[in-house]
């Protein structure tokens, strides 16, 4: 079975421009996660999205925005791109969010370079 | 803004060898959870464990957890050049975000 898939996987863009990241689940997952990961720390958690509604939000900028579709695939947007967006954004899926053997599986990420 | 601390940042052992990590939290937790990463890559989930264990087992992993002290420790057993890689322990509490929330890491270096 196919793991997480971002694309695409590499991306530079300048200060100011919009990106749009996306993001399909692990088949018969449910749930997607989006976070970010800057150089030399841990991910930070943006997003969870569950049947399609916002279940989670981090401590982002309104800049970012993400959706997910009826297929549970999922768009993540970051607006007015500034330097400190660059990082690697992963997506993570899971079956049902919210218990207590909660797995999430992370997908390669998508590694955004902003100049 | 970071749940836990892992110690230490950074490791160099040699192939062989066992390697611990520990990793420290702030606040209750439904479950901890360890992730290897690559090279900047994804992250590999490696074991899980709940708030009501104290210890679990996986290969050549082991996985405590101390609730008492809000700490975690991974230790792997007799590591390869392959465990080279970087490990965050991961806390997930059950509120309205259902988020993981992740540590710093430490960088594990093994030498042939």
């Known amino acids: 079975d196919a793991g997480v898939t971002q694309s695409p996987t590499h991306l530079i863009k300048t200060r100011g421009q919009q990106v749009t990241l996306r993001c399909s689940p692990i088949s018969g997952h449910k749930s997607v996660s989006w976070y970010q990961q800057v150089l030399g720390q841990g991910p930070q958690f943006i997003f969870q999205y569950y049947e399609k509604e916002e279940r989670g939000r981090g401590n982002f900028p309104d800049r970012f925005s993400a959706r997910q579709f009826p297929n549970y695939s999922s768009e993540l947007n970051v607006n007015a791109l500034l330097l400190g967006d660059s990082a690697l954004y992963l997506c993570?899926?899971?079956?049902?969010?919210?218990?207590?053997?909660?797995?999430?599986?992370f997908g390669p990420g998508t590694r955004l370079l902003v100049l | 803004s970071q749940q836990g601390e892992e110690d230490p940042q950074a490791l160099s052992i040699q192939e062989g060898e066992n390697a611990t990590m520990n990793c420290s939290y702030k606040?209750?937790?439904?479950?901890l959870q360890w992730y290897r990463q690559n090279s900047g890559r994804g992250l590999v989930h490696l074991i899980l464990i709940r708030s009501n264990e104290r210890e679990k087992h996986s290969g050549r992993l082991r996985v405590t957890l101390d609730t008492s002290k809000k700490s975690s420790s991974l230790l792997i057993t007799a590591s390869r050049a392959a465990d080279t890689a970087s490990y965050f322990c991961?806390?997930?509490?059950?509120?309205?975000?259902?988020?993981?929330?992740f540590g710093s890491g430490t960088r594990l270096l093994v030498r042939p």
């Open positions: 993570a899926s899971s079956l049902v969010p919210g218990t207590a053997q909660e797995t999430q599986y």
């Open positions: 991961a806390t997930f509490r059950m509120d309205s975000s259902y988020k993981l929330i």
């Open positions: 606040t209750s937790i439904n479950n």
